[in-house]
């Protein structure tokens, strides 16, 4: 298990969001960002702490951890997006609801500077300046990052964050 959060860089490729509110939350997020960078193709560069948030969406579920992290790659966004896949189906991920109980989520939020519209695959991530449980972890890692021209803390700075709690890692 990782104790220590990495500090941010600006050499990486891309940001990814990880959640968890099956199980042991945490040690769900830890084992997909081993699975994810497992074979060197996508590297860790920086690791957020983890989050305890409520739920969004469909919030009659329970709470979620949550995290981010930057990594480094050569591999398209289209791979990446099949390596995040392929660590949520191999941690046994079922899809059952819209933003339902999920025992891990593997996201890209962003890709190098690139703007992406395609049916199964949108970057930036579509909702994430409405969404407190990835700007808060991300900014963990890419304090400098702007999404839509604002900067993370002026999209932190609209939005409640009242339930993104950091928690150790140990709980």
């Known amino acids: 298990?990782?104790?220590?959060?990495?500090?941010?860089?600006?050499?990486?490729?891309?940001?990814?969001?990880?959640?968890?509110?099956?199980?042991?939350?945490i040690a769900n997020i830890e084992t997909a960002i081993r699975l994810l960078t497992a074979d060197g193709c996508v590297r860790l560069v920086a690791r957020s702490r983890n989050y305890r948030t409520a739920p969004w969406g469909v919030t009659d579920q329970d709470w979620f951890a949550n995290a981010a992290i930057t990594v480094a790659t050569e591999l398209t966004?289209?791979?990446?997006?099949?390596?995040c896949q392929k660590v949520e189906n191999d941690?046994?991920?079922?899809?059952?609801?819209?933003?339902?109980?999920?025992?891990?989520?593997?996201?890209i939020?962003?890709?190098?500077?690139?703007?992406?519209?395609?049916?199964?695959?949108?970057?930036?991530?579509p909702l994430i300046a409405e969404?407190?449980?990835?700007?808060?972890?991300?900014?963990?890692?890419?304090?400098?990052?702007?999404l839509g021209g604002k900067t993370?803390?002026?999209?932190?700075?609209?939005?409640d964050t009242s339930d993104v709690v950091a928690v150790d890692a140990a709980k």
């Open 1 to 25: 298990m990782t104790d220590r959060v990495a500090k941010p860089s600006t050499a990486f490729d891309a940001t990814i969001g990880l959640g968890s509110n099956i199980g042991d939350r």
């Open 77 to 83: 966004p289209r791979d990446l997006l099949a390596a």
């Open 91 to 107: 941690m046994g991920r079922v899809r059952r609801k819209k933003w339902g109980p999920r025992l891990i989520d593997v996201d």
């Open 109 to 125: 939020l962003t890709y190098r500077d690139m703007a992406i519209r395609e049916p199964d695959l949108v970057v930036p991530h």
């Open 131 to 146: 969404r407190a449980f990835v700007l808060v972890p991300l900014r963990d890692v890419a304090p400098d990052l702007s």
């Open 152 to 159: 993370l803390v002026a999209l932190i700075g609209v939005i």
